[in-house]
């Protein structure tokens, strides 16, 4: 397999259909956080992982109280953190299988949240089949992660668990986000441990089982050059996943 450009990835996006074009304008406080001094070093991400859109896309605003599953090196952290701003709060959670694996990125969140500018962060640490929040929250945010709740190494997690446990840490009329590597259609769970990658029908079938409903789904990081045999950290497509991006909902 050809490994692919950014432009070529773009351009075969564009192509399929005019995804990209269907991003949402982000608001004037994402926009604020989008120029932001602090961070100028993330900036150069933002064409790439798309976080305005998908800011906008999840309807965060300020005051909102948000939890983050495995923030890795910050990207989306620090947006979320501008955005809510003073009011809000921003929750950085590892499970403990991930803290052990990841303690740089968990002590740089913890640094983060000892600034003056990022002072609305809190990391926590929970063991996987534990989640949950110090308050209600209106948003969980999840990307790439999602996939990792079947396999062994996060039992006696599950994603039913997990979702559960999602469902009672929203407010009514809260929103959780998921993200993730898409499997081949039809493949459900088998490519999770291997490929690192989950189909998107399972996904919205296991959210809603436990309570959700579904709104809507934006193509804005789909790739149709991905054939979905790789696994992501293949050099040949890593960055450049097929992903799905699901907006759920609590019921008021």
Do not use: C
């Amino acid at each position: 397999m050809r490994s692919y450009s950014v432009l070529a990835v773009l351009s075969l996006a564009l192509a399929a259909g005019g995804a990209l074009a269907a991003a949402p304008s982000p608001s004037p406080a994402i926009q604020a956080a989008v120029n932001y001094p602090g961070r100028s070093d993330d900036r150069a991400e933002d064409a790439h992982r798309r976080g305005p859109e998908l800011l906008a896309f999840a309807g965060l605003k300020p005051g909102d109280q948000v939890l983050e599953l495995i923030p890795g090196a910050g990207y989306f952290t620090r947006l979320f953190s501008r955005v809510v701003g003073p009011r809000g709060h921003v929750y950085a959670l590892w499970p403990k299988q991930y803290a052990a694996e990841a303690v740089p990125n968990v002590d740089d969140m913890r640094k983060l949240g000892r600034t003056k500018a990022f002072a609305n962060v809190t990391t926590l640490v929970q063991p996987a089949n534990a989640f949950s929040a110090p308050r209600p929250l209106d948003l969980v945010f999840t990307s790439q992660n999602y996939h990792d709740y079947p396999d062994k190494f996060m039992q006696p997690a599950s994603p039913e668990q997990f979702n559960a446990q999602v469902f009672k840490a929203l407010k009514p009329g809260g929103v959780y986000i998921v993200i993730d590597h898409a499997a081949a259609p039809g493949h459900g769970l088998q490519d999770t441990e291997t490929l690192h990658r989950i189909d998107e029908a399972t996904v919205k079938t296991q959210v809603q089982a436990a309570g959700f409903v579904f709104e809507d789904a934006l193509p804005i990081l789909h790739n149709p050059a991905d054939t979905h045999v790789l696994t992501v950290f293949n050099p040949k497509i890593r960055g450049h996943t097929d992903q799905f991006v699901l907006r759920f909902r609590k019921p008021k």
